[in-house]
Every structure is written in structure tokens, then in C-alpha cells.
């Protein structure tokens, strides 16, 4: 079995649900990736550069917001999305695969090609 299998059926905690997004209650996705070794501490560490430029940047910091917007087009549009829901607003892969009707081994794919993508940014 793929490790892309194999995280595609990972519990990452119980799911509460915060106006419109779901949300993990115990734990950001890239911390329990990591954790199963699922992806690299080069991929978590951009995960969290971009989530805490993210929030500097809505806390008024110039230089958050301008290194955010960078990073942001590196990812791309297309893959921008499961990085938005899992990164930033800590939504579950589960969720996102629900949202989009894709599988959740497909979802997984999806964000560690995104963290791939914002590590060589950052990189």
C-alpha cells in the first residue's frame, strides 16, 4: 500500500464545524503529516512560513503581506485552494476531498505537490 493510501485513511481528529469550514480541533494537517512521515521537514517548514506570513500580513505587516502574495503565485491557482483550506484555515484533507468529490488519496497528492511547490519558492 502507497504512503498516499495509507494517509488518505488517517484519522486527523475530530472535526468541528466553525460557521462554513470544518475544522481539525486537535491539529494542523501539516503537523500530523509530518508526524506520519508524509512529507519532509522542508515541506512542514514551508507550510508554516506561509501560514505565519499569512497572518502577519492580516496583522498589518507589509513585509508578511508581500512575502504571502509571493509565495501564494508560486503555488499557483490550481493548487492555491487545498493549501487555503488545510494550511490556513485548518480544515481537514477529508473535508477537502468531500468538498471537491475527489478521493482523499487525491487530496493528499494535492497539498504535499502544493508544499513542494512553496518549499522550492522558499528555498
Known amino acids: 500500500m502507497s504512503r498516499a493510501f495509507e494517509a488518505a485513511h488517517i484519522d486527523f481528529g475530530p472535526d468541528i464545524q466553525e460557521g462554513d469550514i470544518t475544522v481539525s480541533e486537535r491539529f ?4 500530523a503529516m509530518l508526524g506520519r512521515g508524509m512529507i519532509t521537514e522542508a515541506l512542514h517548514a514551508a507550510a508554516k512560513r506561509f501560514r505565519d506570513d499569512y497572518y502577519a500580513g492580516q496583522a498589518g505587516r507589509l513585509g508578511a503581506r ?6 501564494s503565485r508560486s503555488i499557483g491557482t490550481t493548487t492555491m485552494p487545498v493549501v487555503a483550506w488545510t494550511v490556513l484555515s485548518h480544515g481537514t484533507l477529508s473535508g477537502w476531498a468531500e468538498c471537491r468529490g475527489i478521493s482523499k488519496e487525491k487530496a493528499v497528492g494535492q497539498l504535499i505537490l502544493a508544499l513542494d511547490k512553496l518549499a522550492k519558492h522558499y528555498s
Request: proline fraction near 10%; hydrophobic fraction near 50%.
Open 28 to 31: 494542523w494537517v501539516p503537523d
Open 66 to 71: 508581500e512575502a504571502y502574495l509571493r509565495a
